[in-house]
């Protein structure tokens, strides 16, 4: 009980240091969450042959080229709707108001509407907005190199980390009681399974559908359709939730732009059979069924997470929710073992000859006590035969019950 004890305060002493230092090492966890994704292609790599820091290097450019083109080639088409949104901002605020009054009654707050007016909508987007961004960057340099310096330091713990990653896996290893380290092991194997594959998973589900919203909402015509496609399938990666936030955004925008019923219809199309998409095909193939969890268990851990953590929470609610499961299930598999549990085999009563005499409705199986099975289930003294009968008795041939032949009486 002590020991326990003490393992508790143990984590949550843990807990609490790293909330403290997190923004500290913040750099460092990036770093080794790149590195923990990156690992199993670089060890496919080793075993092909390439030499570990040049597979290292050779991944994290990759790694950073593919973030970096994809962000490159988002921007201009996000950049070019999002200026085009803030200018029709008022127009579309006022269709909006017009919609949410005639379906339900509803106006906005008025304050709403002036603040929301196309003069200062142009004066928030004038040259003096610049201006004053352009000051506000200008006296925070030092806090721009600083945040800089920290992104550029995330490769360089990667790399080391991916180059010496054997070696941190072993020292951990080395780390662990002798005794406990089997157990250990399966259950980190475990966890490792789950986690790893749901990440990778839905990242690759994640930004296919992405790309696929955004594909889908510029073909119907919806406003805003590149950046709410890569909000809306960046949204997926929260169960349930996301999906409905996402749509719930672009039914929205697109009727406060005035749009028809029919471009509604369809971007509720486009939105329907990508999440069937999503459902059917691209989750069960890509990520299957690693996590472990029901779905009325991976939307309660995004509640829980939800509440406790705000947004990372609800991010991590799944990878953290199967974790949690895999240690219940190892707990339980423990108990299982343990002497006060017992065994299966305990709960059996035999029932006895005597016993089912006093116990109605119960019939004993007659043939366990024919005469082939008595002489293995009961004990026979060691001066009788078999069945009971005398030594005697066996010389002569004779039944137990069957009496002897008289012969001539002797004189």
Do not use: C
């Amino acid at each position: 009980m002590l020991r326990w004890a003490l393992i508790i305060i143990f984590v949550a002493f843990g807990w609490l240091v790293l909330s403290y230092i997190a923004k500290v090492l913040a750099p460092v966890l990036a770093a080794l969450g790149i590195s923990y994704l990156l690992n199993p292609v670089l060890d496919r790599l080793v075993k092909a042959g390439m030499s570990r820091a040049v597979g290292a290097g050779f991944l994290l450019i990759s790694f950073l080229g593919l973030i970096i083109g994809a962000i490159v080639a988002a921007i201009p088409a996000v950049a070019s709707q999002l200026t085009d949104f803030a200018h029709d901002l008022p127009r579309l605020m006022t269709n909006l108001d017009v919609w949410l009054h005639e379906h339900f009654g509803i106006e906005l707050p008025t304050d709403w509407k002036q603040y929301l007016n196309k003069e200062n909508i142009q004066h928030t987007l004038g040259s003096g907005a610049v201006q004053e961004i352009a000051t506000a960057a200008l006296g925070g340099v030092f806090a721009l190199l600083g945040v800089v310096a920290e992104f550029l330091l995330v490769p360089v713990f990667a790399f080391y980390f991916l180059v010496d990653w054997p070696n941190l896996l072993r020292r951990i290893d080395h780390m662990i009681p002798p005794r406990k380290r089997r157990g250990v092991r399966d259950i980190l194997r475990e966890i490792d399974r789950v986690v790893a594959g749901w990440v990778r998973g839905q990242g690759i589900v994640t930004a296919i559908l992405a790309v696929l919203y955004a594909i889908g909402f510029s073909i119907v015509g919806m406003p805003l359709s590149v950046p709410i496609g890569l909000l809306v399938g960046a949204l997926t990666v929260i169960p349930f939730v996301g999906t409905f936030v996402g749509a719930a955004i672009a039914a929205l925008v697109t009727i406060a732009d005035g749009s028809s019923v029919q471009t509604l219809g369809m971007v509720g199309g486009v939105i329907l059979v990508l999440h069937l998409l999503e459902a059917g095909v691209l989750t069960p193939k890509i990520v299957g069924h690693r996590v472990g969890l029901s779905e009325t268990g991976a939307l309660f851990a995004v509640v829980a997470g939800g509440k406790l953590l705000g947004f990372v929470g609800v991010v991590l609610a799944v990878p953290i929710a199967a974790t949690t499961a895999v240690l219940v299930r190892f707990a339980v598999r423990y108990y299982e073992h343990t002497e006060f549990f017992g065994r299966e085999s305990d709960a059996d009563i035999v029932i006895t000859p005597s016993m089912a005499l006093i116990m109605p409705g119960v019939r004993i199986d007659t043939t366990r006590f024919t005469p082939e099975s008595r002489s293995e289930d009961w004990a026979i003294e060691p001066e009788l035969g078999e069945a009971g009968a005398s030594t005697h008795e066996k010389k002569e041939g004779l039944a137990p019950d069957e009496p002897e032949p008289k012969g001539k009486e002797e004189p």
